[in-house]
Nanobody, 123 residues
Framework: QVQLEESGGGLVQAGGSLRLSCAASGRLFSRYIMAWFRQAPGKEREFVATISQSGGYTSYADSVKGRFTISRDNAKNTIYLQMNSLKPEDTAHYYC????????????????WGQGTQVTVSS
């Protein structure tokens, strides 16, 4: 079992930056594919970014490509999401997820989820 805990959310003005962190429990962190999803009020949970076990492969939603960067530190059992040039439409609850089945852009591909952290971007 993997437990995930997100942090780093907050209120920021449009054009600003935030860095989210997700700390994972367990000794097998480096075996898991990790991802970030987000969900805005009244909307479905959507894929943001994913990263392979070694960190050598990443994939992003078109809406965040070029502005967000996902990374991981396997020695610290932590992944990050650096978010730059934030827009009001980035406002959402951001969730960290882990899975072992393979890289996926759908929430069905992940087995473990954190409670999330709120990001609010003001215009």
């Amino acid at each position: 079992q993997v437990q995930l805990e997100e942090s780093g959310g907050g209120l920021v003005q449009a054009g600003g930056s935030l860095r989210l962190s997700c700390a994972a429990s367990g000794r097998l962190f480096s075996r898991y594919i990790m991802a970030w999803f987000r969900q805005a009020p009244g909307k479905e949970r959507e894929f943001v970014a994913t990263i392979s076990q070694s960190g050598g492969y990443t994939s992003y939603a078109d809406s965040v490509k070029g502005r967000f960067t996902i990374s991981r530190d396997n020695a610290k059992n932590t992944i990050y999401l650096q978010m730059n040039s934030l827009k009001p439409e980035d406002t959402a609850h951001y969730y960290c997820a882990s899975g072992a089945a393979g890289l996926s852009t759908t929430f069905h591909g992940y087995d473990y989820w954190g409670q999330g952290t709120q990001v609010t971007v003001s215009s």
